[in-house]
Nanobody
Framework: VQLQASGGGLVQPGGSLRLSCAVS????????MGWYRQAPGKQRELVAT???????NYPDSAKGRFTISRDNAKNTVYLQMNSLNVEDTAVYYC??????????????WGQGTQVTVSS
């Protein structure tokens, strides 16, 4: 199973970005999909998750600013980020779990995409 993330970049404070992550090799649409981030010198932290049924979860730092969504037909998860601030600067990683085509459980990570918020 492979996850391919895209959409990171440089944005000014108050700006927006949309991240995408496509999953290949999954037998069915992944059970859980999510986004995490890791800033320099810090531990990886949760940004948002979404179940196959569309139930979402956000930490307080993301509520009201970030929106996670998914397209089950495309096995793709998205993260719309609005009102970005410098504290959002990090490498963003997508995550997915489910069954691969050999019916083996997987918990896979994307390669990470850099988001830099700076004026």
């Amino acid at each position: 199973v492979q996850l391919q993330a895209s959409g990171g970049g440089l944005v000014q404070p108050g700006g927006s970005l949309r991240l995408s992550c496509a999953v290949s090799g999954s037998l069915f649409s992944p059970n859980f999909m999510g986004w995490y981030r890791q800033a320099p010198g810090k531990q990886r932290e949760l940004v948002a998750t979404i179940t196959s049924g569309g139930v979402t979860n956000y930490p307080d730092s993301a509520k009201g600013r970030f929106t996670i969504s998914r397209d089950n037909a495309k096995n793709t998860v998205y993260l719309q980020m609005n009102s970005l601030n410098v504290e959002d600067t990090a490498v963003y990683y997508c995550n997915a779990n489910g069954l691969d085509k050999s019916r083996t459980y997987y918990n896979a990570w994307g390669q990470g995409t850099q988001v830099t918020v700076s004026s």
